[in-house]
Nanobody
Framework: QVQLVESGGGLVQAGGSLRLSCAAS????????MNWYRQAPGKQRELVAA???????NYADSVKGRFTISRDNAKKTMYLQMNSLKPEDTAVYYC???????????????WGQGTQATVSS
């Protein structure tokens, strides 16, 4: 059974920083693309940042230059460093990981439980 555990959310003032983590555990053969999504109240879930197993990264236009996604493959952990936070960054942040549990099983996408990040003005 694969588990994704997020941490690092909280309350911060505008202009501040937060660092989110997403740790994967369980039966894992290989991890591929890792993503951060967010969902604000009344809005659809949106992709914030993505990182491939070759460390290629991609960002939503709204966070470019402010957020940095990274991963530590040995720890099976992904990070999202969020700087210069704005009130509009307030949302529940979810990690999404594409992985194979064994060499023979197909690749599947797993979701974390979400962590709340609140930015006050």
């Amino acid at each position: 059974q694969v588990q994704l555990v997020e941490s690092g959310g909280g309350l911060v003032q505008a202009g501040g920083s937060l660092r989110l983590s997403c740790a994967a555990s369980g039966t894992i053969f290989s991890i591929y693309t890792m993503n951060w999504y967010r969902q604000a109240p009344g809005k659809q879930r949106e992709l914030v940042a993505a990182i491939t197993n070759g460390d290629f990264t991609n960002y939503a236009d709204s966070v470019k230059g402010r957020f940095t996604i990274s991963r530590d493959n040995a720890k099976k952990t992904m990070y999202l460093q969020m700087n210069s936070l704005k009130p509009e960054d307030t949302a529940v942040y979810y990690c999404n990981v594409h992985l194979k549990e064994t060499r023979l099983t197909p690749m599947r996408a797993y979701w974390g439980q979400g962590t709340q990040a609140t930015v006050s003005s």
